[in-house]
């Protein structure tokens, strides 16, 4: 059974940075779509960046030119670095995979892998 296992949560103060990580067991993530999501509490799960199986990123507005999400695919990991971040991008963040579509965007429904999450606290 695939498994995603993300890594590199932790508490930050506002303006600071951090790189989650997505790794794989029993997958070649280089066939499949990834994505970044994330869970504030008491609030919705929403989509933060995705990266297609061509390379085509997507990212939601509020995190457009601070975020950046990669594919290693000899390491078979997933990255989202998160720069100047702020209170509001605290959340649980899970890691989201699709081996079926090729393009991906940014709904729950695109994706049937999750991982468990990691924390993001940010501080003010």
């Known amino acids: 059974q695939v498994q995603l296992v993300e890594s590199g949560g932790g508490s930050v103060q506002t303006g600071g940075s951090l790189r989650l990580s997505c790794s794989a067991t029993?997958?070649?993530?280089?066939?499949?779509?990834m994505a970044w999501f994330r869970q504030a509490p008491e609030k919705e799960r929403e989509g933060v960046a995705s990266i297609g199986l061509l390379s085509r990123e997507s990212y939601a507005d509020s995190v457009k030119g601070r975020f950046t999400i990669s594919k290693d695919n000899a390491k078979n990991i997933v990255y989202l670095e998160m720069n100047s971040l702020r209170p509001e991008d605290t959340g649980m963040y899970y890691c989201?995979?699709?081996?079926?579509?090729?393009?991906?965007?940014?709904?729950?429904?695109?994706?049937?892998?999750w991982g468990q999450g990691t924390q993001v606290t940010v501080s003010s």
């Open positions: 029993r997958a070649n993530l280089r066939g499949y779509s």
């Open positions: 989201a995979a699709n081996g079926v579509r090729s393009r991906v965007g940014l709904q729950l429904g695109d994706f049937y892998l």
